[in-house]
């Protein structure tokens, strides 16, 4: 069974660069046709998809966070992570990571909450 565990700081202050890390277990990043998420839930908000990495590597972001968004991998770890640079109080949220196949989502990380304060 394939187990996703997010990891990173609780806290971040405005302006810096949020970094989580998602570790897979179970499987792996590269095989074919599995696609690796980040995605967010602001409080009292819906789920907000912000992108992906697939097995081959390749990349796809979130329109609205393209520009402040990017997602990696590092397969002798089987780790995927998000950066999302200059944060604001409005990217306070609890992110999640998750593996897709097609447009089936397989299985979800617990989730951890990022706070953006001062």
């Known amino acids: 069974q394939v187990q996703l565990q997010e990891s990173?700081?609780?806290?971040?202050?405005?302006?810096?660069?949020?970094?989580?890390?998602?570790?897979?277990?179970?499987?792996?990043?590269?095989?074919?046709?599995?696609g690796w998420h980040w995605i967010r839930q602001p409080p009292g908000k819906g789920l907000e998809w912000m992108g992906r990495i697939n097995y081959s590597g390749k990349t796809v972001y979130s329109a609205s966070l393209k520009s402040r968004t990017s997602i990696s991998r590092d397969t002798s770890k089987n780790q995927f992570t998000l950066q999302l640079s200059s944060v604001t109080p409005e990217d306070t949220a609890v992110y999640y990571c998750a593996r897709r196949f097609d447009f089936t989502w397989l299985d979800w990380g617990q989730g951890t909450q990022v706070t953006v304060s001062s």
């Open 8 to 34: 990173g700081p609780g806290l971040v202050k405005p302006s810096q660069t949020l970094s989580l890390t998602c570790t897979v277990s179970g499987g792996s990043l590269t095989t074919n046709s599995y």
